[in-house]
């Protein structure tokens, strides 16, 4: 088991920063790639970014490309979320998720392990 804890959310004002945080804790693993999704009401979870263990790799949704980075402190077995120049449109509940194989992706699908979500809320 993984569990994962994320933190960092808040309200802020269109053109902010937040950073999140997920801490991960439980079976750990050699190589295995975290994500950030996120939902707003009424929508499907969508995908945010994605890092590799070794943070070699990363990958990012189109509409959060240059406003979002995301990286990871192994020896804290966390990893974040650094979003700037937020919009309205961002404010959702974010989560983080574990999947167990090397290889990045966007398909939430593939992802095994989910913490609780944390609320971003950003006011115009």
């Known amino acids: 088991q993984v569990q994962l804890v994320e933190s960092g959310g808040g309200l802020v004002q269109a053109g902010g920063s937040l950073r999140l945080s997920c801490a991960a804790s439980?079976?750990?693993?050699?190589?295995?790639?975290m994500g950030w999704f996120r939902q707003a009401p009424g929508k499907e979870r969508e995908f945010v970014a994605a890092?590799?263990?070794?943070?070699?790799?990363?990958y990012y949704a189109d509409y959060v490309k240059g406003r979002f980075t995301i990286s990871r402190d192994n020896a804290m077995n966390t990893v974040y979320l650094q979003m700037y120049s937020l919009k309205p449109e961002d404010t959702a509940v974010y989560y983080c998720?574990?999947?167990?194989?090397?290889?990045?992706?966007?398909?939430?699908?593939?992802?095994?392990?989910w913490g609780q979500g944390t609320q971003v809320t950003v006011s115009s």
């Open positions: 998720a574990v999947r167990l194989t090397p290889a990045i992706t966007s398909l939430y699908t593939e992802y095994r392990y």
């Open positions: 439980g079976r750990t693993f050699s190589s295995y790639v």
């Open positions: 890092i590799t263990w070794s943070g070699s790799s990363t």
